[in-house]
């Protein structure tokens, strides 16, 4: 026998689930419905959905798409995406989550009101969320994703920090201090991390390290799945990233071990389930 448990702080966020229930439901009224670049970091799930009808494109196919729906996933989009979906008759499906929207809305307020202020983004910049944020500041905002990256801001000019929803909190915090001391004029710090994902990194490092065994469930290009199985393999070695049930090897498990599955905020959790019971079946 082997016990197999899956993590109960796992899965998909608030913000993927109600960018998945919007897909569904125009998907179930009937509606030729595209979503702009993958809904969710997830092979498996992009693939369900694209069974049930939806399409995904990127930005340079949406005039040559012949869906009258687009929807804008979780991570949002800049201002000049709507423009062009506007601009080509597209019904537009808004399904940014409301913390980046919010995060949105903040940084364009600043850079409105605060023009000689340098706005600075704590993130990855070639990631979705993040070319939408600096999107908000007609592409003038600078994107740091490490501390080495800090000298390309002007020491001289004010700062406004602002970071990515999913980035971790302690390389938050680092990059703030950089930029303080850094700096010979004024930095605001706006820690606009979302709680919702940062308070993931304790609970999976105690689930994964209560186990015999740990198998972390993600898509390959999930930047938060690389970010949390990170943080279960350093808490137990015996931690294995697979995204779907055919890439599980039995020589990890032995009979009588404790066995966990968890995954990222793009994990779906019948893909969790999925890979329970296969491990199950194994023995």
Request: hydrophobic share 35%; glycine share 6%; with cysteine.
């Amino acid at each position: 026998m082997i016990d197999v448990e899956i993590d109960i702080h796992s899965g998909f966020c608030f913000g993927v689930v109600r960018a998945i229930d919007l897909a569904e439901e125009h998907l179930r009224q009937g509606h030729d419905i595209s979503s702009l670049g993958q809904m969710v970091h997830n092979a498996e799930e992009v693939k369900r959905l694209e069974e049930m009808g939806m399409r995904t494109i990127e930005n340079n196919a949406i005039k040559t798409d012949s869906n009258k729906y687009t929807l804008i996933r979780a991570h949002g989009e800049p201002p000049t995406t709507y423009e062009n979906l506007r601009n080509w008759n597209k019904t537009i499906v808004d399904a940014t989550c409301p913390i980046v929207l919010k995060l949105q809305e903040r940084i364009k307020k600043c850079f409105g009101e605060q023009p000689e202020t340098q706005i600075v983004i704590y993130g990855k910049p070639s990631h979705a969320e993040v070319i939408g944020l600096v999107g908000q500041t007609k592409n003038t905002a600078i994107v740091v994703s490490s501390e080495a990256d800090v000298s390309s801001i002007d020491k001289t000019k004010p700062v406004c920090l602002f970071s990515q929803t999913t980035m971790p909190l302690d390389g938050f915090a680092r990059i703030g201090e950089a930029i303080k001391a850094n700096s010979s004029s004024t930095v605001e710090v706006f820690d606009t991390i979302c709680r919702k994902v940062s308070n993931r990194v304790p609970a999976i490092r105690e689930f994964a390290s209560s186990k015999d065994v740990c198998v972390f469930v993600s898509g390959k290009n999930s930047s938060n799945g690389k970010m949390l199985y990170t943080v279960a393999k350093n808490a137990n070695r015996a931690t294995y990233r697979v995204s779907h049930p055919g890439e599980i090897s039995k020589d990890w498990f032995a009979d009588g071990m404790s066995v966990g599955v968890c995954g990222a905020t793009s994990t779906p959790q019948w893909q969790m389930e999925k890979v329970k019971t296969y491990i199950e079946r194994l023995f």
